[in-house]
């Protein structure tokens, strides 16, 4: 059971220098310093146990999280664990809705990013007391407990608590099973790690065939700031990899609405499953005329590591503006407001496919996406990774 | 002719205690603290004139924006002030796509909030260099320089650079005339200060009272948080104000899209002009189904005070989402990209009324909206304010 008075709330800057690299370089972040506002939580119970959680940021800025993860602190301190989780949707609410604070949001950018660090630092010190890894404790947790953690409020068009229950009730079906195939065989994976934009095409090259060798099937290019060495190294990944294998590109909002169709049509001759982040992020209305455009050369829409909340996603779904959804664990409001986008993107058949280039995103969000195929989605079909 | 070099950036962070009376209280800020980050800047100039620009904030969390206020400030420090204003797109993009920067919005909540405060102390000090008030900086200002402040990237395929100009050459016309009728009669405003949510009855109707007295006819109702309370207090209003005066409302974000139109469909009796801000100001979508579904009882949907960029307002004018738009002069990125969305606005016939409920933000926004009326919209007909 869950116990403890949190007594303590720490939150450190880390940076790592990746731009001397290139590492995670892309058309609009040409060098990342990949970091995280990184928090500890502490409590009172004698298991001496600490909930840690991040959220992920690019070097400067990151002290500005910093300074809104203490904002949010007096929410946080002095407040039983078990109240806490008891009543998890309420709590999401009071740290979203702070009468003062949710003005320099709402559920947005930097107070939200300290929200999810937040949030992820107790859902860690929760799974950390029940003694499982966080995917068991989702999956093993009854259905009206699940959806007692979400906060619905501008969703309910869309999804109510009683079909977000009917889903995980209709997903009980091949759980045991599901659960044997993750822990037996994992969730499959795709690698960026070949083809930062700031790389050189030796690199690149010699990336591509490394990973090959490790057995990766499916590869994401980063394209977007000149055509021509878009084709260029496109030629170049797909030519390695050969026609079976699959490709994605991702343009992380380098472009205008017409300039998206324009420049992919020119990329379509590469085959790639998925253009990534084509325009701004905030653009439901954009994607859906890229998406309507691209569905005839075959390429789909992929979008979601800066969409800011659940709101934007709900959107994204109804006006069919995305073939794969990209949640992210730590701008969304942590696991709360990710299981919400699980559940929308299940109704609407869409497969999600995490975000997860940067510092502890793979970590957090294996659990998240292990958690939606054993207990959500139920399926790897039509899945990205697939 | 602008010139000298920034110097000096400093911010404060000013608070008042406004929750302690109730003073802009509402449905979902139930005790805001009116509060703002100043920003101040200082050249090596001789002329001593120093740049004053803030951005508005409810109390807790002004320290996150004066922290983000100082992570921008290595993009003003020692730099030309004829070099800003002189490539005024250019900064704008620098401010808003710093490559480490902007995941942390981007051009969204604190860092935006920041980047407006920024700006907004560099406007002031090229109108304070060029001797003028910012409103009239803007009318005598040639379309093609005006349009080198904007920032077209997301919204070409609403808005070109050509376009824009047509706009702001077609609008020359009676431009002297409608100068002067600003600098006679100034431009037409309404009240909220009679019915803060925190008011009570007696309260309420003493304001309503002096405020009639005062000559005003158009007057703003807080609602949302209780039907009940809703219906006894937009009737006290109305009966005050007779049937010929203007009555609006607003819910300030409180209700999902099914609720907002039940909610509104039982105050349609006390005849609004318009329901402000009906659900989340992320919801497009949202926005137009309440739109189509109130346009029958007679009520637009006005929105805008939380809308965090020109991609929201863009899609909010393509989805046929609102009746009223509200501009922000310090949500969206100062003058620059506030020029953006009031073309924009036109170029869809959409009237604009600015939001001006706060710290300095009715000082700001005249300058705006005395600009439109002189040189974009050329008009008070339909506007929310006439």
């Known amino acids: 059971m869950v116990h403890g008075r949190v007594s303590r709330l720490s939150v450190h800057d880390v940076r790592f220098p990746t731009s001397l690299g290139g590492h995670g370089s892309d058309a609009m972040h040409t060098d990342p310093d990949y970091s995280a506002a990184y928090v500890v939580l502490e409590t009172d119970a004698e298991d001496g146990l600490k909930g840690y959680g991040i959220t992920f940021t690019l070097g400067r800025g990151t002290e500005v999280v910093v300074c809104a993860v203490n904002a949010l602190a007096p929410h946080v301190l002095n407040k039983d664990l078990g109240d806490i989780v008891g009543d998890f949707r309420?709590?999401?609410?009071?740290?979203?809705?702070?009468?003062?604070?949710?003005?320099?949001?709402?559920?947005?950018?930097?107070?939200?990013?300290?929200?999810?660090?937040?949030?992820?630092?107790?859902?860690?010190?929760?799974?950390?007391?029940?003694?499982?890894?966080?995917?068991?404790?989702?999956?093993?947790?009854?259905?009206?407990?699940?959806?007692?953690?979400?906060?619905?409020?501008?969703?309910?068009?869309?999804?109510?608590?009683?079909?977000?229950?009917?889903?995980?009730?209709?997903?009980?079906?091949?759980?045991?099973?599901?659960?044997?195939?993750?822990?037996?065989?994992?969730?499959?994976?795709?690698?960026?790690?070949c083809a930062w934009l700031g790389y050189p095409d030796a690199t690149l090259k010699q990336l591509c065939s490394e990973a090959l060798k490790d057995g990766w099937t499916r590869f994401k290019v980063k394209v977007g700031a000149d055509l021509q060495d878009d084709i260029r190294r496109c030629r170049l990944v797909r030519n390695m990899i050969g026609p079976e294998k699959t490709l994605m590109m991702d343009a992380n909002q380098r472009w205008d609405v017409p300039e998206a169709v324009e420049w992919m049509t020119k990329l379509a001759e590469f085959k790639p499953l998925w253009i990534e982040e084509p325009t701004s992020p905030d653009d439901i209305l954009g994607h859906a005329a890229i998406s309507k455009a691209l569905a005839p050369l075959g390429i789909g829409v992929a979008t979601g590591e800066q969409c800011h909340n659940r709101v934007i996603f709900k959107q994204l779904l109804q006006a069919k503006a995305l073939k794969f959804l990209q949640i992210d664990s730590c701008r969304l409001g942590s696991v709360n407001e990710n299981l919400s986008v699980l559940l929308m993107a299940k109704k609407f058949e869409i497969p999600v496919c995490p975000h997860a280039g940067g510092v502890g995103l793979c970590e957090l969000v294996q659990h998240l996406i292990i958690f939606d195929f054993i207990s959500v989605s139920a399926s790897l079909q039509d899945s990205p990774s697939n």
């Open 90 to 193: 309420g709590f999401y609410r009071q740290l979203t809705s702070d009468g003062q604070l949710r003005w320099i949001g709402p559920e947005k950018g930097v107070v939200h990013l300290a929200t999810a660090a937040v949030l992820n630092a107790v859902w860690d010190l929760w799974a950390k007391q029940e003694g499982k890894p966080l995917w068991k404790l989702l999956v093993d947790m009854d259905p009206r407990t699940l959806v007692s953690c979400i906060d619905f409020r501008y969703i309910t068009d869309v999804l109510t608590e009683e079909e977000a229950c009917e889903i995980l009730q209709q997903s009980q079906v091949g759980k045991k099973e599901r659960e044997e195939q993750m822990l037996a065989h994992g969730y499959p994976a795709y690698t960026t790690s």
